[in-house]
């Protein structure tokens, strides 16, 4: 074996082979990419017009893009549109919300690290999503919603879900 033959290969998906999944809360996601043992996931996201997350807290990083529509948290004034990128730090917390007079749904892109600890009102953990969470959702949501053969990314490999 050769050192370039030791480098580890690019690996891709089209997203628009993988279905969009819904999750019953005003959100549809479509998994690129589960890494488990790093903790990190990449989902397309598409939120109704009018759409209102559980108010969460990440235990990582988060990169947000936004390609269609438009969002934003409740506890900041920016508000995402088409072209925005969003940062979030580990520890931030925060509130989802899609304008309910949105003409079209908010489609965003999210490269996230570490868990989503949903919160209730007293800041009580009442759900924690994370890399292993999200690909066994997406998983048997595809499979309910009638979708088999799902190739996206495991970890360093693909996965072929059925």
């Known amino acids: 074996m050769t050192t370039i033959d030791a480098i580890p290969k690019a690996l891709h998906v089209n997203s628009n082979d993988l279905p969009y999944v ?6 549809s996601i479509r998994l690129l990419h589960a890494d488990i043992e790093n903790g990190l996931w990449v989902v397309d996201t598409v939120f109704k017009p009018g ?14 893009f936004t390609k269609q529509g438009m969002w934003k948290y409740l506890e900041y004034q920016e508000v995402n549109t088409p072209g925005s990128y969003l940062f979030e730090p580990a520890g931030s ?19 996230i690290s570490g868990a989503n600890l949903y919160l209730d009102e007293n800041d009580q953990v009442t759900l924690i999503v994370d890399a292993a969470a999200v690909k066994f959702i997406y998983d048997l949501l595809a499979k309910e919603q009638g979708y088999e053969d799902l190739k996206y990314i495991n970890g360093g490999k693909y996965t072929q879900s059925n």
């Not at 819904?22 to 959100?27: V, Y």
Request: glycine share 8%; proline share 3%; no cysteine.
């Open 51 to 64: 759409t209102v997350l559980q108010r969460h807290k990440h235990t990582g990083s988060v990169h947000a």
């Open 22 to 27: 819904e999750l019953g809360d005003g959100s």
């Open 93 to 111: 917390i925060h509130t989802l919300t899609v304008p309910q007079d949105n003409t079209e749904d908010t489609i965003v892109n999210f490269v």
